[in-house]
């Protein structure tokens, strides 16, 4: 179908189907000339539906600047802006963030921001769960910066805490036979160590009956508190 002007495929009832039978050929839509090509609307219930077989789904943008996929679901009120599941994972990741360049001099590789001034904050920003009962080696939670050789691997920052703590490690478990709460090895041997393994330090004027730094083991009745 070709057409010097506008060209519409309508019908007053029923569905519109392209490449419904059963024939082993690709389907181009697009691929050629400068086009926008839009698909759906946002009234009512519509909705898009993708679904693919053992190829996958595969979304290229040769963009340079600004988004190169935006995903906007700015009336969502309850529930996911995006939900991934992959239910049947044995290797792998559900989710893969990587870059390779070498020239970034600024922005996260991935920015998670919370940027609404909420008086009450219910729920973590970012929270990271397992049902896992043995992890071994990785942790929860893994952060890996072997190549640094200067700044920071993890940083913190809680400038306008007035109650709370800018790190709370806690465990209520009354099984733990060995192991660390809180774990921190300088593992490396260093004929020079310029500064502390743990350096804790404060500019209050006033530290009343608590300290720099307090440890509490009211309940020991054996072994050492520090």
């Known amino acids: 179908i070709e057409g010097s002007d506008a060209v519409n495929i309508n019908t007053t009832s ?122 071994t080696g990785v942790g929860v939670a893994s952060f890996t910066g072997d190549a640094m050789t200067t700044g920071k691997a993890v940083s913190i920052s809680a400038d306008s805490l007035t109650t709370g703590s800018a790190l709370d490690v806690t465990s209520s478990s009354t099984n733990k036979a060995g192991g660390s709460l809180v774990n921190i090895a ?7 160590q310029e500064a502390a393994t743990l350096a804790v330090e404060t500019e209050a004027t006033t530290n009343s009956s608590v300290g720099v730094a307090s440890f509490t083991g009211d309940a020991m009745t054996t072994g050492k508190a520090v």
């Open 186 to 192: 300088q593992l490396g041997t260093t004929t020079s």
């Open 14 to 135: 029923g569905d519109i189907g392209i490449g419904t039978t059963n024939v082993d050929s690709n389907i181009n839509i697009g691929t050629d000339g400068e086009r926008i090509v839009t698909m759906g609307n946002s009234t009512g219930i519509t909705g898009i539906a993708l679904t693919a077989g053992t190829n996958g789904i595969e979304l290229i943008s040769t963009a340079t600047t600004d988004y190169a996929v935006v995903i906007s679901a700015g009336s969502v009120t309850e529930g996911y802006a995006l939900n991934i599941e992959a239910n049947a994972l044995t290797k792998g990741s559900a989710l893969n963030v990587s870059s390779s360049s070498t020239a970034r001099t600024e922005g996260s590789l991935v920015n998670i921001e919370q940027s609404g001034a909420l008086t009450s904050q219910p729920e973590a920003t970012l929270a990271v769960s397992t049902a896992a009962t043995t992890v």
